[in-house]
């Protein structure tokens, strides 16, 4: 089926430990988007990617990093996590030349570390 | 950075009756939209506007951009056993290259 892919939907992570959060899209979308969800705060963007070869830091960008690897795929990684690092992560793509906001989530990677 | 405040955080209420929810910008948005998350999944896009003052339905939801283009609300009538979640605003601007700012949420209860 069409949509966003992220990998994995679990994972507990030590403190210091490294890992890497996997998104793929299969809709041909130019940008990807990389958020986190915390209770009472809504979504906020960590980074994003508007097209293929280009990143840019968003909102909340300290501790992480990212990779446009090809036009389908976006990785977050998480070089030495850090409790204040649990959280929901949501993946989305978006399509060029749509209206605004049509914006695709994957189901999520819920992270905790301990 | 943009805010958005959105209320009310949480709604418990009868099946069949009407639900309001709005969100407010201290700037100026070009886009506004509504997602709605059922537990375990991401958002899904309900209602997306992009003319101050539009006013758009989708089945038993209508939402309104607002007139200054720093606020929007969502209304749902009837409401049903599978509105229940978390419904977020969000605000796109023209300096901002079509990222999204949500608000932090609704948790919308529906009781039998």
């Known amino acids: 089926n069409a949509g966003v892919t992220q990998t994995p939907k679990f994972q507990v992570l030590k403190t210091g430990q490294s890992m890497t959060l996997q998104c793929a899209q299969d809709?041909?979308?130019?940008?990807m988007y990389w958020y986190r969800q915390d209770p009472g705060m809504g979504l906020r963007l960590i980074y994003y990617?508007?097209?293929?070869?280009?990143?840019d830091k968003g909102e909340v960008p300290n501790g992480y990093n990212v990779s446009r690897l090809n036009k389908r795929e976006f990785s977050l990684r998480l070089e030495s996590a850090a409790p204040s690092q649990t959280s929901v992560y949501f993946c989305?793509?978006?399509?060029?030349?749509?209206?605004?906001?049509?914006?695709?989530f994957g189901s999520g990677t819920r992270l905790t570390v301990v | 950075g943009q805010q958005l405040n959105q209320s009310p955080q949480s709604m418990f209420i009868q099946e069949g009756e009407d639900v309001s929810m709005n969100c407010t910008s201290s700037s100026i948005f070009n886009t506004w939209l509504w997602y709605k998350q059922d537990p375990g999944e991401g958002p899904v896009l309900l209602i997306a506007?992009?003319?101050?003052?539009e006013l758009t339905s989708n089945g038993r939801l209508t939402a309104q951009f607002g007139i200054t283009r720093k606020d929007s609300f969502l209304n749902i009538s009837a409401s049903i056993p599978s509105d229940v979640g978390i419904y977020f605003c969000a605000g796109q601007w023209s300096g901002s290259a079509r990222q999204l700012t949500f608000g932090s949420g609704t948790q919308l209860t529906v009781l039998p």
């Open positions: 989305a793509s978006e399509g060029q030349g749509g209206l605004p906001g049509g914006y695709t």
């Open positions: 506007l992009y003319k101050a003052g």
């Open positions: 990617s508007a097209s293929e070869g280009t990143t």
């Open positions: 809709m041909n979308h130019n940008s």
